[in-house]
């Protein structure tokens, strides 16, 4: 997830920042195959100015072109638990995860994740800079966030959304709240406790 928040960060600098959408998913359901995906979609004018510029929004993923002429960056991993842990506390994983992202096991067997959403969001453009680009984009906000979804057996505590018959834990970041030079609405951090599937 590391390198997609950065493919987030540089949607965010263009001038059509408006035209994009965030979905971050966590699934540990089966400890197995842990789940960690993480995707992107473009509006058709962010995407083709990203091209024109010659960059690449997906680097370290797996980008398509779709059909509208929208553009979906995906990442998907896939690990067991076990080497999850173990990754997760080498700075230098390959996974595309580590900064702003804290997995935990606990003593009762619970895993704790944590998104550092101001870790996640440092490299979006500094306060006065988003004020001006909410200005003139405010309109095209409107509908578009950055979703973070993590799944479990059972959710014990978080301080998002509990969905789905109290399996999943959601927090939808609007791109007005996220724009904000100071969003106040917004914590420090999405914090979930989940008792992981077997």
Same mark, same amino acid.
């Given at each position: 997830?590391?390198?997609?928040?950065?493919?987030?960060?540089?949607?965010?600098?263009?001038? +059509? %920042?408006?035209?994009?959408?965030?979905?971050?998913?966590?699934?540990?359901?089966?400890? !197995?195959?842990?789940?960690?995906?993480?995707? /992107?979609? =473009?509006?058709?004018?962010?995407?083709?100015?990203?091209?024109? =510029?010659?960059?690449?929004?997906?680097?370290?993923?797996?980008?398509?072109?779709?059909? !509208? #002429?929208?553009?979906?960056?995906?990442?998907?991993?896939?690990?067991?638990?076990?080497?999850?842990?173990? %990754?997760?506390?080498?700075?230098?994983?390959?996974?595309?995860?580590?900064? #702003?992202?804290?997995?935990?096991?606990?003593?009762?067997?619970? *895993?704790? *994740?944590?998104?550092?959403?101001?870790? /996640?969001?440092?490299? +979006?453009?500094?306060?006065?800079?988003?004020?001006?680009?909410? %200005?003139?984009?405010?309109?095209?906000?409107?509908?578009?966030? /950055?979703?973070?979804?993590? $799944?479990?057996?059972?959710?014990?505590? &978080?301080?998002?959304?509990? $969905?789905?018959?109290?399996? %999943?834990?959601?927090?939808?970041?609007? +791109? &007005? *709240? /996220?724009?904000?030079?100071?969003?106040?609405?917004?914590?420090?951090?999405?914090?979930?406790?989940?008792?992981?599937?077997?």
């Amino acid at each position: 997830m590391r390198h997609f928040v950065k493919g987030l960060a540089f949607a965010a600098i263009l001038p +059509l %920042a408006a035209c994009f959408d965030a979905d971050i998913r966590a699934d540990f359901t089966n400890t !197995d195959e842990v789940k960690l995906d993480a995707v /992107m979609t =473009m509006g058709a004018e962010i995407y083709q100015m990203a091209s024109s =510029m010659g960059e690449d929004p997906c680097e370290e993923g797996i980008g398509t072109e779709n059909a !509208d #002429g929208t553009y979906t960056c995906s990442m998907l991993e896939r690990r067991s638990l076990e080497d999850l842990l173990m %990754a997760i506390d080498d700075p230098d994983n390959d996974i595309g995860i580590g900064d #702003g992202v804290t997995i935990e096991e606990l003593d009762n067997g619970n *895993i704790s *994740i944590s998104f550092d959403l101001s870790e /996640m969001t440092s490299d +979006l453009p500094p306060p006065e800079e988003r004020e001006q680009m909410a %200005a003139m984009f405010g309109d095209s906000l409107e509908g578009h966030a /950055m979703s973070l979804t993590v $799944i479990g057996k059972e959710i014990v505590s &978080t301080n998002g959304t509990i $969905i789905r018959d109290g399996t %999943a834990a959601e927090l939808v970041i609007p +791109l &007005t *709240i /996220m724009f904000m030079p100071e969003p106040e609405s917004l914590p420090s951090s999405f914090d979930v406790e989940l008792v992981p599937g077997s």
